[in-house]
C-alpha cells in the first residue's frame, strides 16, 4: 500500500482521514499547517499527498506550488472548502491531480485516491515514456529525441507536436493546461492569442497521428487538455 501524507488543520477531518485510510492499508503522518507540511516532504518519502487549501501558516497553495517546485511527479489530491470554480482551476493549474470538494464521502475520497495512485504508477522508463491504452497499444515517445512509436511503428512528429505529446503522456490522465504547454514550447508572453489558436492545431494533428492507438486527447473544457483511454 502507500505512504501519505494528510495535511488538514481540521482535527476531526485529520483523525476520520487518518483512521479510515489507516484501516485501508496504508501508513501515513498527517500535518495541521503548511509548514508542519513542509517539514515532513523534505525528510520523508511520500507516494502522494491530501492537502487542505485552507491552512494556518503556509497555505495549501503555497504548498502545493512547493511541492510541484521540489518533487514535480508526486501526487496530490486537494481539498477544498469552497466549490467555487476559481478554486478548483486554480488548484489544477497549481499543479494538483486532482480534487475533492467539502463535505466529501469517505468512499469517494478513497476511489480518487486510489485512480491518482495509480496513474502515478503509469511507466516512465529510462530515455522514454511509454503509456499502454486499454486496448494494449503501445505508444513510447523518445525523452530526448523528437521521435515517438504505436507499437511498431514511427510516428512522423515535428518538434512542437513531440513537445506537446510528451508532456501529455508525462501527464496521463491529468489535464494539462495552455499555459504548462505555453511553458514547454518556451514561447514569448506576447505569443499567448497566436500559439493558442496553433495549439489547438497542433492536438488536432495529434490526434488524427493517435488516430488507431486507444488514446484520447479530451479537450477539458476551460482547464486544457487531458491524454487518456478512448472510450470503448
Ligand atoms: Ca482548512
Known amino acids: 500500500m502507500s505512504n501519505l501524507l494528510i495535511v488538514e488543520d481540521d482535527e476531526l477531518l485529520r483523525d476520520a482521514l487518518s483512521a479510515q485510510l489507516t484501516q485501508a492499508g ?83 475520497l478513497q476511489a480518487r485516491l486510489g485512480a491518482m495512485l495509480r496513474r502515478a504508477r503509469l511507466p516512465a522508463f529510462g530515455g522514454s515514456l511509454e503509456l499502454t491504452a486499454d486496448s494494449h497499444q503501445r505508444l513510447r515517445v523518445d525523452a530526448t529525441l523528437p521521435q515517438a512509436w504505436l507499437g511498431d511503428e514511427a510516428l512522423e512528429l515535428t518538434q512542437r507536436e513531440w513537445a506537446l505529446l510528451s508532456l501529455l503522456v508525462t501527464h496521463a490522465g491529468q489535464v494539462v493546461s495552455r499555459e504548462d504547454v505555453l511553458e514547454t514550447w518556451q514561447s514569448e508572453p506576447g505569443d499567448g492569442a497566436v500559439v493558442t489558436n496553433a495549439l489547438e492545431v497542433y492536438i488536432h494533428r495529434l490526434r488524427r497521428k493517435l488516430a488507431d492507438s486507444g488514446l484520447n486527447i479530451r479537450n477539458v473544457r476551460g482547464l486544457g487538455y487531458m491524454l487518456e483511454s478512448a472510450a470503448p
Request: proline letters at 5%; charged letters at 25%; a negative charge.
Open 26 to 108: 496504508h501508513t501515513l503522518l498527517s500535518a495541521a499547517d503548511g509548514e508542519k507540511a513542509q517539514t515532513l516532504l523534505e525528510s520523508n518519502r511520500f507516494d502522494g499527498v491530501i492537502l487542505d487549501l485552507g491552512l494556518p501558516k503556509v497555505s495549501g497553495m503555497e504548498v502545493l506550488r512547493w511541492i510541484r517546485r521540489r518533487l514535480p511527479a508526486l501526487p496530490v489530491l486537494v481539498l477544498t472548502a469552497r466549490d467555487g470554480v476559481d478554486d478548483r482551476v486554480q488548484g489544477l493549474n497549481a499543479g494538483a491531480d486532482d480534487y475533492l470538494t467539502k463535505p466529501f464521502s469517505m468512499a469517494e
